[in-house]
T-cell receptor
Framework: RKEVEQDPGPFNVPEGATVAFNCTYS??????FFWYRQDCRKEPKLLMS???SGNEDGRFTAQLNRASQYISLLIRDSKLSDSATYLC?????????FGPGTRLSVLP | EPEVTQTPSHQVTQMGQEVILRCVPI?????FYWYRQILGQKVEFLVS????????KSEIFDDQFSVERPDGSNFTLKIRSTKLEDSAMYFC??????????FGPGTRLTVT
C-alpha cells in the first residue's frame, strides 16, 4: 500500500522560531522525495527535492533516512510568509503520492 | 520562466453534464499529470500521460474520465457525466527530468 503520513498539525509558531516537519512513507521502493508548499486554494509549489545526503536551501533543510523511510523539513528563522501547508511527496515510478500536509501558521 | 496554465479557472456544471478541463504544460516536459483535490483533503493522483498515451491511472480515474493531448500543446481532462462528488480543484502538472512537478493554478469544478 502506497501511503505517506505527516504530522497532523497545525503548527502555530512565533516569527523567528525553528519548526520541523516529519513525514513517513510505506513503500521501500520509493525513488524520489520532495517537499511542496501549498497556500490556501492555490496550487502546490515545489519547495525542494530531498536527497539522500540531505540538502539545504537558505533557511530550509531537508533530510532523508531511507532505512527508516522518513523525511524531514526544518525551517529556521520562520517568517510570516512561511505560513502555508507543507506537503511531503513521494515518487514511485511514474506515480506521485502526496501526504495530507501539515499546516503552519507563523504568528507576529 | 515557463509555467503551466489551466482554463477555465472555475467551471460550474450540472450533474450529468460533460466537462473538459484544459491545460498547457511546459513545452519541453514529457510527462503530464492530472490531480484532484477535494476541499480540505489531500492532493490525489488521477492519471499520468507520456508519449501520447496513459502511462498510469488511479482507481479514481474510471470510465467517466478521459485524457488526450490533441495538438501537441493542450492536455485535456474530460469528465463525461459529472457527479456531485466530482466537485474539486483539478490540477494539471508537468514533470522535468528530475521528477520535479510544476503545477498549473487549477480549475475549480463545482457540480450542482
Amino acid at each position: 500500500r502506497k501511503e505517506v503520513e505527516q504530522d497532523p498539525g497545525p503548527f502555530n509558531v512565533p516569527e523567528g522560531a525553528t519548526v520541523a516537519f516529519n513525514c513517513t512513507y510505506s513503500n521501500s521502493a520509493s525513488q524520489s522525495f520532495f517537499w511542496y508548499r501549498q497556500d490556501c486554494r492555490k496550487e502546490p509549489k515545489l519547495l525542494m527535492s530531498v536527497y539522500s545526503s540531505g540538502n539545504e536551501d537558505g533557511r530550509f533543510t531537508a533530510q532523508l533516512n531511507r532505512a527508516s523511510q522518513y523525511i524531514s523539513l526544518l525551517i529556521r528563522d520562520s517568517k510570516l510568509s512561511d505560513s502555508a501547508t507543507y506537503l511531503c511527496v513521494v515518487n514511485y515510478g511514474q506515480n506521485f503520492v502526496f501526504g495530507p500536509g501539515t499546516r503552519l501558521s507563523v504568528l507576529p | 520562466e515557463p509555467e503551466v496554465t489551466q482554463t477555465p479557472s472555475h467551471q460550474v456544471t450540472q450533474m450529468g453534464q460533460e466537462v473538459i478541463l484544459r491545460c498547457v504544460p511546459i513545452s519541453n516536459h514529457l510527462y503530464f499529470y492530472w490531480y484532484r483535490q477535494i476541499l480540505g483533503q489531500k492532493v490525489e493522483f488521477l492519471v499520468s500521460f507520456y508519449n501520447n498515451e496513459i502511462s498510469e491511472k488511479s482507481e479514481i480515474f474510471d470510465d467517466q474520465f478521459s485524457v488526450e493531448r490533441p495538438d501537441g500543446s493542450n492536455f485535456t481532462l474530460k469528465i463525461r457525466s459529472t457527479k456531485l462528488e466530482d466537485s474539486a480543484m483539478y490540477f494539471c502538472a508537468s514533470i522535468n527530468s528530475s521528477y520535479e512537478q510544476y503545477f498549473g493554478p487549477g480549475t475549480r469544478l463545482t457540480v450542482t
